[in-house]
């Protein structure tokens, strides 16, 4: 009997776990991003990110990063920062902004 229970509770924890792990919370309110342009909207709605987006509009996107690196200014002197995305430990996804715009997607991602 305790054998059955035990590998019930582990068979539902796990299940649990595998379900939890598979929803996209949302990270933002249809107020926070209701003064973007439409398109933006979009991809914030659908968890894409294209160049030109901002930091704030990438973290809606996406949420937080795992990494944030400072980098060393452009030969212009501007501000850059990476942000590095990662999945399953393995993946992994840069992102290059310039003056806090997202100038580079590097990913190993299929």
Known sequence: MRKSMSALCI??????FSVL?????VRYSPDEIKGFSVAIQENIKRGEI????TQQQI???WG????????KPSD???YREEWIYTKMGLLKTQLIFVDGKLTHIISNEP
């Open 11 to 16: 068979m539902t924890s796990a299940l649990c």
């Open 21 to 25: 792990g598979c929803i996209d919370s």
């Open 50 to 53: 294209v160049p030109g987006m």
């Open 59 to 61: 973290r809606y996107a």
């Open 64 to 71: 937080s990063p795992a990494v944030v690196n400072v980098l």
């Open 76 to 78: 212009d002197g501007k």
